[in-house]
């Protein structure tokens, strides 16, 4: 027996009185204000699109749009059931993503959270190789600061976070990936730069330049300054990798970078600052995909973080774990 497209029967009963569709097209309107570009955006025509939304109004018992002149204004009944109506797309998307997930192993559309700290310099690389070897995964990134990336994935914003390690939280499932290497880097007229590898004992009394507190990479530079006998900076914290760069290369201070920025947007290119490692023992910083426990979708979050580690392997100077 074929499901019926449009369910007419009482909402007592706990069956919706409408489609999925109809939500959509409502979202649709609210996003363009406008019908002839919400029925585009559909691919519908617009008589169609008018006619689904009076369906809509007339199975709620409720007026969702405001008619008149002018861009088309949703009422506040209309604004709340296209906010809920988003929620039950976003979930019926997940439905059909997960049916795709399970019959190929890595595919779908997978919302992946990142730092502003790596993703940039490694996430191109990963993102072309994955295009090639898994052509039905879609993957959407955003970038946030990492204390903000978990409480997102913890929200739902983000199916699984790339973030610095560790993480704190039991109901969260961890694949490490690599440990990337962290370089000094000092403006281009330092003394320092006369030597090829720098020892703990080169950076005490070293003023050294941090990024906020927001960020995991913050109290990782701390706790090695506080070590090594050198100053952290509370004046001047950078809100990016590219400004601790800038304030370095303005002698306001030394700083620690991670490798693949270094690769990325230092080597070969700046002039304004040079990058020095430490001799012996490197300082790193452990990376790794972290997702809800509860998702479901383990076994092919472990397949992303596999396909990532291929493409890590590609730079020397990482160190590749899991």
């Not at 569709?21 to 169609?48: D, K, M, N, W």
């Not at 070969?268 to 023992?281: E, H, K, L, Q």
Request: glycine share 8%; aromatic share 4%.
């Amino acid at each position: 027996m074929q499901p019926r497209q449009y369910l007419d029967r009482p909402m007592h009963n706990a069956i919706p009185p409408f489609t999925l569709r109809q939500l959509r097209y409502l979202v649709a309107l609210e996003e363009t204000a406008h019908f002839r570009e919400a029925a585009e955006s559909c691919g519908i025509s617009q008589p169609s699109l008018s006619v689904q939304i009076k369906t809509l109004e007339e199975a709620l018992g409720l007026t969702l749009v405001e008619r008149g002149r002018g861009p088309v204004q949703l009422t506040v009944a209309g604004r709340e059931v296209a906010r809920r109506g988003r929620e039950m797309l976003d979930a019926a998307q997940g439905i059909l993503d997960l049916s795709v997930t399970l019959k190929s192993g890595l595919g779908g559309t997978i919302r992946l959270g990142t730092s502003a700290t790596l993703g940039p310099y490694l996430m191109p690389h990963v993102v072309g190789d994955l295009h090639r070897t898994h052509p039905d995964l879609r993957l959407y990134i955003r970038e946030a600061a990492p204390r903000d990336l978990m409480r997102e994935l913890q929200d739902g914003v983000h199916d699984l976070i790339l973030t610095q390690l560790p993480v704190p939280g039991a109901t969260l499932s961890v694949a490490r990936l690599f440990r990337e290497p962290l370089a000094v880097a000092l403006p281009a007229d330092h003394d320092l730069i006369a030597k090829t590898e720098l020892d703990a004992p080169d950076l005490a009394q070293q003023t050294i330049l941090s990024l906020s507190p927001a960020y995991a990479l913050h109290d990782q530079i701390a706790a090695m300054c506080s070590n090594m006998g050198a100053d952290v900076s509370r004046d001047y914290e950078g809100t990016s990798l590219d400004a601790l760069r800038q304030m370095v290369a303005m002698d306001m201070g030394l700083t620690f970078l991670p490798a693949l920025y270094v690769r990325s947007e230092i080597e070969g290119r700046a002039r304004d600052v040079v990058v020095r490692p430490f001799r012996g023992r490197r300082f790193s910083r452990s990376i790794g995909l972290v997702w809800r426990a509860s998702s479901g979708a383990g076994p092919a979050y472990d397949r992303l973080a596999e396909a990532i580690r291929s493409t890590a392997r590609r730079f020397p100077e990482l160190v590749i774990e899991g």
